[in-house]
Antibody, heavy 115, light 108 residues
């Protein structure tokens, strides 16, 4: 079965950087567009970014544009999210999800931005 | 950018009752690329419906989706105890892949 496993979350100070990873198995990773979605504590879902199956196109939510970068390594079946200049409002559980629609999700990794 | 507005914010119902959740888009959702997700506390969201009306794999037939253009509905015909959760609609026709703000279905 499909498994998406996020890692790399933790506590980080405002202005610092963090890189999240999402390891995929059970699917032909290189055939799927991949997304990052986040959820702040007690809040709803917020789509963050998408990368096409071949990495050829990337789109971002306005709230992270210019600070976050999505990338992928297809031979390694891994999706990444480089998060720079982090703010308190970036505190959330970050999920990776596959495809359109989002038919598979990881369990999420918590990022806490706090001094 | 398409904005999705869900109503009501909270729905208080008893097991066995029918739930009707609404999702309205600020612009036409292309090709009915509208999905519904269920999320329970501490869990990742789960895809229920895609293409506005197609049930995802393993989803019980008490869940149904309808609508087109800018108005969409998720109906749960008879609520089971495990159906009390938060439900989100989402358009996946174009970036950004906006979500609605969610409807909480709670036990009355």
């Amino acid at each position: 079965q499909v498994q998406l496993v996020e890692s790399g979350g933790g506590v980080v100070q405002p202005g610092r950087s963090l890189r999240l990873s999402c390891a995929a198995s059970g699917l032909t990773f290189s055939s799927y567009g991949m997304h990052w979605v986040r959820q702040a504590p007690g809040k709803g879902l917020e789509w963050v970014a998408v990368i096409w199956h071949d990495g050829g196109n990337k789109y971002y939510a306005d709230s992270v544009k210019g600070r976050f970068a999505i990338s992928r390594d297809n031979p390694k079946n891994t999706l990444y999210l480089q998060m720079n200049n982090l703010r308190a409002e970036d505190t959330a559980v970050y999920y990776c999800a596959s495809g359109d629609p989002f038919d598979n999700w990881g369990q999420g990794t918590l990022v806490t931005v706090s001094s | 950018e398409i904005v999705l507005t869900q109503s009501p914010g909270t729905l208080s119902l008893s097991p066995g009752e029918r739930a009707t959740l609404s999702c309205r888009a600020s612009q036409t959702v292309s090709s009915n690329y509208l999905a519904w997700f269920q999320q329970k506390p501490g869990q990742a969201p789960r895809l229920l419906i895609y293409g506005a009306s197609t049930r995802a794999t393993g989803i019980p037939d008490r869940f149904s989706g309808s609508g087109s253009g800018t108005d969409f509905t998720l109906t749960i015909s008879r609520l089971e105890p495990e159906d009390f959760a938060v439900y989100y609609c989402q358009q996946y026709g174009r970036p950004p892949r906006a979500f609605g703000q969610g409807t909480k279905v709670e036990i009355k």
